[in-house]
Structure formats: C-alpha cells, structure tokens
C-alpha cells in the first residue's frame, strides 16, 4: 500500500516546513513541529494568537497539503451542539409520514439527519480537516462538548447509536485568546503560540504572498508594519494587512505616486479602525520615512 | 519497574513546571514523552519544542518556562532566578513546594519520583544520553 498523504507530510518536522513553504505559508520551526506532533500523535492541534498572524490559514495550507477537504466550525457566541454535531430534518421527517399511510417509515433514516461540521468530518476522517475556528468566542458548554468529542472522537446520536471515526481526524483549533480557554481542552490538544513574524520573515511572507511587489518595498512595509504594531491600536494590522498594504502602495506608485506618498496614501488597507487612524496619522511620516531608509 | 535516567529527567522537568504552578497533568507529561521520542531526538532544541507543545505553558508565563527548562537542564541557576522575578510571573508558594535547582542529572534517581502513569507509559522510551 503507497504511503498517505498524511504520513508523506509527517515524515518529519523539516518536510512539513518544506511543504508549508511550497504552499507559500512560511513557518517557524515551532509551529511545523507542532503540526508534526499533531498528526503523529493523533491530537487535536490548537493554535492561539493575535488576530492575523495566520492561524486559519495554517489551517487550510494544512488541509491541501493533505489532500483533505476543509470543513470549517466559525465559532461564535451561543453556538451550540445542533449547529456543530447534526440536527434532524424536522419538516422532511413530517412530510415523509403524511405521504407514507400507513406505511412504516424509518424517520431516523439518513435522508433526514443534517450533518454538521463535527459529524462530517467523522464520516470521511482521512478526506476531511476540521478548523473549529476562534473557538474563545463560544461559551464554556460548548467547550465542554467539544472536550467530548476531542477525546474519542465519536457522537452518540441517541436515535443511531454511536459514530466513531475509523481513524483519527486531523483537527485543527485556532483562539485569539480573548479569554483563557479551559485547561482540560488546552491539555488534550498539541500547542502552538503564533507570534508576529519578525521583519525579515514577514519581508518574505509579502513577497511570497503579493502580487508584484520588489522587495525593498516588502522590507520597508515590514519594518513599518512592525512599529505599529508597536503602537496601542485597538486593531494592530494583521499579515493579510500588510501585503495588502504592499500590493496597494506598488499600485499607487505605478500608477505616480512617488514612495513615501504611495504608503501613506495606501494606508487604508492596513489600518481599518477609525480611532487607530487618528492616532497613527500625525506619526506616520515618520514611521514611513524610517522604514524607508 | 523504572524509568531509564534520560526519561526521568524529562519526567523531572514536567514535575517542575507542575510544581511551579503550570498547571500541566501525568498525561501531558506522557505526551512530552511520546513527542521527544518521536522528535528524535536530534537536539535540545527538540526537547523544548516537545515540550511548548505538549506541556503547553501559557503564553504570559513562556519567560518563565524558558529560565526553568535551561535551568532544569543546563543547571542554568541565574536563568532560573530571572525568571523568578517576572513580576508577571510570579511563581507560586502554595503549590506544593518549588523543587530545588539546579538539580544534576546524576543525582536524580531514575524513576525516583515518577508517578505511576508517567512510570507506566514510558516504558518503550530509550535511554539516551541528552546533552
């Protein structure tokens, strides 16, 4: 039997980096490790950071290198176990008794069960990434589900029995740590803090990313997306910013704004908070310029 | 049954940061076991990234971890008591007790203070010389 592409991609730390790179997703060390261990130990892979710095993303890098299909979970205040696990076809389940008779039916066929990201993934484990997405904005009892269902990955429906996975999925959490999620979650995946890159790692990921960007240009957003980041913004710039920054300053240039004028100009794609903007505007010439030089 | 030398240093570093108020579990030190030995592993460098995975300190508290881990395996006792006095990160009194460091690996009976879980589920771990 040919190796999967899972164990191709797990073969060690160096080739997951290698692969991430070649999906233009350049890690450090850390993360690809932590990927590594992930899928070698059968873990579920959390991911906290600031807003950003790529989480999501390695998420879904992750499922083409893996030849998986992404099913995302958005987490969000109040979600709870129907919109994460499965729910029944109420209406489909009505209208198939009318039209039956007398006939007996099976109301508890597969026609009428929706499945939702969790019980998707558990039908196709080795097709199938599961991102539960910026799962600090849920509460504590949906946590306490999820708990559930990391542990042996598995779903009782109380009508079918139990639905295990044949073979651990691979699952990715990612948090923005606007609170602490529970410890025994935090205990049960393999961890990953994502920092912001520094200036020469985030140069490449510009140049990786944009569009036709020269590379001085890539250098100087990266320096000037780090000092404002170093600024109390309510909502510092994100990667995805900054090469939005880049692509939109070359564009400006091109078309004959001379250098400084083109960041400054762009501005508007890196920053997005109204407040943030006051703030920076009386500095940025300065950030610019240094960058710049 | 005991665990070999190497396995009970690793075993010892967990136990630290239990002690130190981490917050870390038997089974997380299991998994830091399972990870280093399937990291190799090559280098020292492994044996942190094993252990920021698996033992999962909080990210407040990594300078912390970073003056712990070199002192738990470096002897590093400067580094130890920088990290003491984070004022973020106060290390916490009513633990259990802060073991005492450093402590070299010669003298860290094997198997000594390992839990029966930890005792248990590194029995395939290989003995390994780590520095």
Request: glycine share 6%.
């Amino acid at each position: 039997m040919s190796p999967s592409a899972r164990e191709i991609a797990a073969a060690s730390p160096e080739v997951l980096l290698a692969r991430l790179r070649e999906e233009r997703y350049l890690a450090d060390d850390g993360l690809a490790t932590a990927i590594f261990l992930a899928i070698r130990l059968g873990k579920p892979l959390l991911l906290e950071g600031a807003p950003g710095v790529g989480k999501t993303e390695a998420a879904k890098v992750l499922a083409n290198i893996l030849r998986c299909d992404l099913v995302r979970l958005q987490c969000y205040e109040g979600i709870d176990a129907a919109h994460a696990l499965y729910e029944w076809n109420y209406q489909r389940q009505l209208l198939a008794i009318r039209q039956s008779g007398d006939r007996e039916i099976d109301i508890y066929d597969d026609r009428f069960l929706i499945a939702r990201p969790l019980l998707q993934v558990l039908q196709a484990p080795d097709a199938r990434l599961l991102l539960i997405d910026e799962i600090d904005r849920s509460d504590h009892e949906f946590e306490a589900l999820l708990l559930e269902f990391l542990s042996d990955f598995q779903i009782t429906i109380p009508e079918r029995g139990t639905i295990a996975a044949k073979v651990r999925p691979i699952v990715v959490l990612t948090s923005n740590r606007t609170r602490e999620l529970a410890e025994a979650l935090r205990r049960r995946c393999v961890y990953n803090w994502i920092d912001y890159p520094d200036a020469a790692r985030e140069a490449e990921i510009i140049m990786a990313r944009a569009g036709d960007v020269a590379e001085a240009t890539a250098a100087a957003i990266a320096k000037a997306v780090r000092q404002i980041r170093a600024k109390p913004l309510a909502k510092p710039p994100g990667i995805s910013e900054a090469i939005e920054w880049a692509n939109a300053a070359t564009v400006l240039e091109k078309g004959g704004s001379p250098w400084p004028e083109a960041f400054r100009r762009a501005i508007g794609v890196l920053v997005k908070d109204e407040e943030d903007m006051q703030y920076l505007l009386p500095q940025l010439s300065r950030i610019v310029e240094e960058a710049l030089a | 049954m005991t665990l070999p030398v190497a396995a009970a240093h690793l075993a010892g570093f967990a136990r630290l940061l239990r002690s130190t108020g981490f917050g870390n579990v038997p089974e997380q030190t299991v998994t830091f076991l399972d990870a280093v030995r399937l990291l190799g592993p090559r280098s020292m460098t492994d044996i942190r990234e094993a252990a920021l995975a698996t033992l999962a300190p909080q990210p407040d508290r990594h300078r912390e971890f970073e003056a712990l881990f070199r002192a738990w395996f470096w002897g590093d006792a400067v580094a130890a008591a920088d990290g003491k006095d984070d004022e973020e990160t106060q290390v916490k009194e009513d633990g259990g007790g802060r073991e005492e460091l450093p402590v070299p690996e010669e003298s860290f009976p094997a198997g000594e203070m390992a839990s029966s879980t930890e005792t248990l589920a590194a029995g395939s771990f290989r003995t390994k010389t780590l520095t």
